[in-house]
């Protein structure tokens, strides 16, 4: 890769950097890589606030990692109390921009009454640490505030984002067995409601354990209401009025946690079709969050940071939330789509708001390229320093115009490779040390200690492809798959014995420098979230038409890949063009939106292996190639895969 352009970050940005020059990188690696424990409890006392030191830093049964035990901590107090008692308290912690245009701005001393508040409201609904709370809400300023409460009273929580159907809602109430949902009338995307609770109260049809949903008003839509069931946020709140009740309400105690107490689930797509439910705890999570805001993002006192992911996926729980809160930043939220009203409401936010650390996706990126340059050139975005980039590979093209067009060539960017497991970036520049190579993560962070093996565990020399493992526990690692043990042990944990399995593929440069190059399984990434191909033909073969379906990842100009489904039919007479219609809509119905193939090809049988697999490799080959090259020696019938290939040029 030595024919690629090197970026050293500029003497302006190295300058007030927190970390400069790769001596210092350099030590602080070797450090941790030492002695991990000794580096992460070094980091645990100094960073966090603990009601009581803990006596251990890890204890490590492989699968199985406790960090910090003994200790008793509170995420919420970390995040707001800590801020709104020190001389932060008058900062902005959230800058909110709502996509009709309204704006609300958020200090640590407001943030910590409006989560007081809405943490009495649940203590008094008879929720108590230990039981769960399922969150389902637009990216508005009361989802944080919903996530901080839950924290504060030791309730994990499950944000499922506001895109999910009713169906995808309902599979995760049931798996967590919430007994709360908090939620709102709806959210506005594109200059549309989103109808929010017309979903949950689809869910709860097949919930019966859920005692009440919380209901935020945000559209002012009207929305049915189940007696008893069902609760205006905003009632619940006008309770509290005089002094006296104020008060009590203001300062609800945050709860005396362990620092492996759960704070939270997040459920992701896996390789089969039942999601699974990413469990993170409390302690590790908060630290490395936090140290990552200060190691990747370069964090500052005066920074305003904005991460755009929504909080419903792991990018917005870390990068929205927990670890700008924990590090006492100022962090903007918003609302809407990039492109609405029009294809400059970013710049526009930037300019707004003086954003000095910006951080998104590379679909977000491509989708803006194309719009052209005069949206970005409108707009005055000299408060940039630092930019970042998460959730696939950034092609070097989108990367050379993020750091032209929009960093101006100031500003680093930040490639941040991680994932809903890891809970925090694992592998990223710290940017004021380490020379760019657009399109690589470049190197592990402190106290990560990634390898490149084959299928044996062998680790594979330089510039070989192999897979992306992990050989040490760190903080803020997943600690199970909730309710599933075993699936925990098999999925990471058993490929090479001792190490985390990340699932994607990498290559080591010379340099050490990693590139990330996707999964290895059979999961895709479309638009930077992570889609299952077999939760997908799961949805496909409950439709009453299709006898079998396979799906593949198709690659895509914008959202890296597109999803491809193979389907065939049932006897009868069908409709291609409207059921093509249908499907793809059937499946927007039973995951989301964002879930919908792009393409539905219908075929009377698919290429499977002698034992009966279908081969999806084959597929892929079809539908980036329109042809087929590798083995198919083990294909049960070769007459297939030619009716397939040459189906494209029909249609
Ligand atoms: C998968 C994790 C964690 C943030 C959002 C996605 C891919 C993520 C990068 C990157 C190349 C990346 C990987 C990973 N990925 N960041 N910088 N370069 N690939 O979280 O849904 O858990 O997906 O996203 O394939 O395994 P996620």
């Known amino acids: 890769m030595s024919d690629l352009k090197i970026y050293p970050p500029s003497a302006e940005f190295v300058a007030r950097a927190n970390v400069k020059g790769m001596d210092a990188y350099r030590e602080l690696y070797d450090r941790a890589r030492q002695d991990p424990p000794k580096f992460w409890s070094e980091l645990a006392s100094q960073e966090l606030a603990w009601f009581r030191p803990f006596a251990q830093t890890l204890e490590w049964d492989p699968p199985n990692a406790k960090w910090f035990t003994g200790g008793k901590i509170n995420a919420c107090y970390n995040c707001v109390d800590r801020h709104a008692a020190s001389e932060r308290k008058t900062k902005p912690a959230i800058i909110w921009e709502g996509e009709p245009g309204d704006q609300r701005i958020i200090t640590y001393e407001e943030l910590q009454r409006l989560v007081s508040r809405f943490a009495t409201i649940l203590r008094q609904l008879g929720y108590k640490t230990g039981d769960r709370a ?44 919430a007994w709360v949902v908090i939620t709102a009338d709806g959210g506005w995307r594109r200059g549309k409601e989103v109808r929010l609770k017309d979903a949950v109260d689809e869910a709860l049809l097949e919930c019966p354990d859920v005692r009440n949903v919380i209901v935020y008003r945000r559209t002012g839509s009207a929305i049915p209401r189940k007696e008893g069931r069902d609760l205006w946020w905003h009632e619940q709140d006008e309770q509290f009025s005089g002094a006296q009740l104020v008060q009590m309400a203001e300062t609800c105690p945050a709860e005396e946690l362990d620092s492996e107490h759960p704070l939270f689930v997040l459920y992701t797509s896996g390789t089969t079709g039942k999601p699974k439910g990413i469990l993170h705890t409390t302690a590790g999570y908060l630290l490395q969050t936090s140290m990552t805001m200060k190691w990747v993002f370069d964090l500052q006192e005066d920074d305003v940071f904005w991460c755009t992911a929504d909080v419903g996926w792991v990018t917005g729980h870390s990068y929205v939330v927990y670890g700008p809160l924990t590090a006492g930043a100022s962090v903007v939220m918003y609302e809407g789509a990039p492109d609405y009203p029009a294809f400059d409401r970013f710049w526009q936010i930037v300019e707004k708001y003086k954003v000095t650390v910006f951080y998104t996706s590379p679909t977000a990126i491509r989708a803006l390229i194309r719009q052209g340059d005069k949206w970005p050139e ?13 959730g696939e590979p950034i092609n070097p093209a989108a990367w050379e115009w993020f750091h032209r067009v929009i960093g101006k060539g100031r500003c680093p960017i930040a490639d941040t490779w991680w994932q809903t497991e890891t809970g925090a970036i694992m592998i990223a520049p710290m940017p004021g040390v380490v020379p760019l190579k657009p399109g690589s993560a470049t190197l592990p962070l402190p106290g990560i200690i990634p390898d490149i093996v084959d299928t044996r565990g062998v680790p594979v020399g330089d510039n070989r492809e192999g897979f992306l493992i992990i050989r040490e526990p760190w903080p803020s690692m997943v600690r199970t798959i909730w309710g599933d043990p075993k699936r925990f042990e098999e999925q990471y944990w058993s490929r090479v014995p001792g190490a985390y399995f990340t699932g994607d593929a990498a290559r080591r440069d010379e340099n050490g420098y990693i590139w990330v190059l996707g999964r290895v399984d ?9 889609l299952s191909t077999m939760e997908i033909e799961s949805a496909l073969v ?8 396979a799906v593949v990842g198709k690659p895509h100009e914008i959202t890296g890949q597109a999803v491809c489904a193979f389907v065939t039919l049932k006897k009868g007479d069908w409709d291609h063009t409207a059921l093509g219609k249908e499907l793809r809509q059937w499946v927007a119905h039973e995951i989301g939106p964002f879930a919908r193939p ?54």
Request: proline share 4%; net charge negative; hydrophobic share 45%.
């Open 134 to 177: 399922v969150i389902y809400m637009p990216m508005i300023p009361e989802a944080v505030i919903a996530m901080l409460a839950c924290a504060r009273l030791g309730i994990p929580h499950s944000v499922v984002f506001g895109g999910f159907s009713a169906e995808a809602l309902k599979a995760r109430i049931q798996d967590l067995d």
């Open 598 to 651: 792009e393409e539905i090809r219908f075929t009377d049988a698919l290429p499977k292996t002698r034992s009966g697999k279908i081969m999806r490799r084959l597929l892929r080959e079809i539908i980036a190639s329109n042809g087929v090259t590798g083995d198919v020696t083990t294909l049960e019938d070769l007459t297939v895969v030619t009716a397939l290939a040459s189906q494209h040029d029909d249609d």
């Open 522 to 530: 059979d999961v895709m990434n479309v638009s930077g979230h992570r």
């Open 378 to 390: 409108a707009h005055d975005l000299s408060s940039l320093r630092l930019l970042g980039s998460v």
């Open 542 to 549: 409950h439709h009453p038409a299709v006898a079998e379906a």
